[in-house]
């Protein structure tokens, strides 16, 4: 057959997205495996129009870059449940400084999928005297069939979703993931190329009229009583490691106890997406979400933001963000000056002490940036970013202290051995505030930045818990914990009202008897209840959960009862469902369009 070389190649190809999709366990039914097919189909057709020699090293040749893009985006999907886009291009000079995590994600079994290289070169060895040589004519209408057959399989769906006014084709989509159950492989690769291109060329400022129109952006706030403001973010932190024990041992003792004097909040979310650490960083101080592919520091690092301190510095305060790795990482030096903070501690201002993991030990980081806060004028705004719970979670042997019996996962018990090593750190840092009179008027927040990772279906955290609902995953994989201890607290209240990090800046801002300018979220102190949403739709609102399926449209997901954790009918989350899509939108087109810019 004059073409069986190529029927070869998109077997091959087909076969590989469908073991992507088994490695990754996403959807792969008859429409994606047709959308696929025509990705296939219209990327390659045009090899049939050369000869059959030069046709199967050019076939060869593309196996090889499918294979290689297929095992990235399977290798960052496993860490961010998502696929790798252009505009990570940037990003991923980052990953270097993170590799002992990265390679945690790799598997041998991964390399499978350059076997149909081995596939194909039999086939090329023992085709290599066969098959008839096709005229010219012949070869411009297998092309031309063959790509008329791709365009026509990938374009009627497509005009079906615009018919139906789907909203991820209609208007701008709001999940990577929902562009590739509809476009396939290639189709969501190509369409995430043409976007980035005209991002950098399109110019539109509209958004910009109708966000200033509707918010005047009055950025000097009048606070009366302002009392010094200390932020934390702890790496990694979990929710589910707060009043935890392990063989009759207390995981975060010190945390526990912070419940006495503080706003605790269980049902508190972290809503970061494919920038992690950074993303939470960047919700907390802003109040937007992050963006739908990488980061806001690598891409958008000098827009402006009307972030919390800036508004803390119009208002008086010196501002200082602490984090004692390279200034340069992420973008931060860039970020944080554009946010509004006059300094910036990074690791050429902490002493050179014990490392664990990536960087100064938390306990050593905690009390030099104490140190750091003397030297600022009064009313001040800190904002540290631990590091020590970071991935792959090293710690040396003699600080590892809890008794691990009865766990398997080595990952897991690094885990659980740096997060209650940052709860002593923690517990150090607020003795040595007290100690130092700068704890009982000040205004204190602790947070997780988001999950460890480690907290997928079937794995061993999730089985140790008995998740079994969707409901269980979510809140395991989404819960982090939240402490706020206002000035001169003397008793402690759990607050059961769900919110997320974009809720954080606004709550602090309510503390302190004011309201931001322009901000997404809501305090967490209000009586209005917090509409919870994340960046793939899904949303967590009173005692509701809302699961969305990213093969279909938006509004067809799955509605829990969060106490119940029972499905219920649609209707009841069906409301909120285009409120988030329009509040995900709305944040794009602020952080893109730079549109709160003065």
């Known amino acids: 057959m004059v073409i069986l070389d190529y029927l070869i190649y998109v077997l091959l190809s087909i076969l590989k997205i469908f073991l992507f999709s088994f490695y990754t366990t996403t959807a792969f039914d008859f429409s994606i495996f047709l959308v696929n097919l025509a990705g296939i189909l219209i990327l390659s057709s045009w090899t049939l129009l050369l000869t059959m020699k030069k046709r199967r090293w050019v076939l060869f040749t593309l196996l090889f870059l499918h294979s290689t893009l297929l095992l990235s985006d399977m290798w960052y999907y496993r860490y961010f449940s998502d696929l790798l886009s252009v505009s990570l291009l940037s990003q991923m000079l980052q990953m270097s400084d993170v590799g002992g995590g990265f390679m945690t994600l790799i598997q041998l079994k991964d390399f499978v999928f350059f076997l149909d290289l081995v596939i194909f070169s039999f086939v090329f060895y023992f085709l290599r005297k066969k098959g008839q040589k096709a005229t010219k004519k012949r070869r411009l209408l297998f092309a031309g069939v063959t790509l008329f057959t791709g365009i026509v399989l990938f374009v009627t769906p497509l005009y079906t979703s615009y018919v139906d006014k789907e909203e991820w084709l209609v208007n701008s989509s709001i999940s990577d993931m929902r562009e590739y159950y509809h476009l396939g492989f290639w189709g969501y690769h190509g369409a995430d190329l043409l976007t980035f291109v005209k991002q950098q060329i399109n110019e539109d400022t509209d958004v910009n009229v109708t966000v200033k129109n509707n918010q005047p952006m009055n950025k000097n706030l009048e606070i009366a009583n302002a009392p010094n403001i200390i932020l934390v973010q702890l790496e990694s932190f979990q929710d589910s490691l707060i009043d935890k024990e392990i063989n009759d041992q207390v995981l975060t003792p010190n945390l526990n106890g912070l419940k006495e004097e503080s706003l605790y909040f269980p049902s508190f979310y972290h809503q970061t997406h494919e920038g992690r650490t950074s993303d939470a960083e960047f919700i907390t101080n802003t109040s937007l979400y992050p963006l739908k592919s990488g980061s806001v520091y690598t891409r958008y690092p000098t827009n402006e933001f009307a972030a919390l301190p800036e508004l803390l510095q119009n208002a008086g305060y010196e501002t200082a963000a602490m984090h004692a790795f390279e200034k340069g990482f992420w973008n931060r030096d860039r970020s944080y000056e554009n946010l509004g903070y006059d300094h910036f501690f ?8 014990e490392k664990i993991g990536m960087a100064l030990n938390d306990k050593r980081f905690f009390t030099e940036s104490i ?16 590091l020590t719970s970071h991935t792959p979670y090293e710690i040396p042997k003699d600080q590892a202290q809890l008794d691990l019996t009865g766990y398997d996962n080595s990952l897991l018990k690094s885990y659980y051995q740096t997060a209650h090593y940052v709860d002593q750190a923690v517990g150090l840092m607020i003795k040595e505030l007290k100690q130092k009179n700068m ?100 949303f967590r609102y009173q005692d509701l959960y809302y699961k969305p399926d990213l093969t279909k449209d938006i509004d067809e997901g799955t509605c829990y009862s969060v106490s119940t954790e029972k499905e219920v009918p649609i209707e009841e989350c069906e409301k909120h469902v285009e409120e988030i899509s329009d509040q995900l939108q709305l944040s794009d087109r602020i952080i893109e369009k730079n549109a709160l810019e003065e």
Not at 346 to 353: L, W
Not at 371 to 386: I, R
Not at 512 to 524: C, Q, R
């Open 346 to 353: 990074s690791d050429q201002d902490y002493p050179n002490g």
């Open 371 to 386: 140190k750091h806060m003397e030297e600022l004028d009064e009313p001040f705004f800190a904002f540290m970013v631990a």
């Open 439 to 538: 704890w009982d008027d000040s205004l204190v927040i602790f947070y997780g930045d988001h999950d460890s990772g480690l907290t997928k279906p079937g794995g061993e955290m999730a089985n140790k818990v008995n998740a079994e609902s969707p409901v269980d995953y979510f809140e395991l994989d989404r819960q982090v914990p939240l402490f706020i201890k206002r000035p001169n607290s003397e008793q402690g209240e759990v607050i059961n009202e769900s919110g997320g990090q974009i809720d954080i800046a606004p709550t602090i801002l309510d503390i302190l008897g004011t309201e931001p300018p322009y901000m997404m979220g809501d305090s967490l102190l209000n009586e209005k209840p917090n509409l919870t949403g994340f960046r793939d739709g899904s």
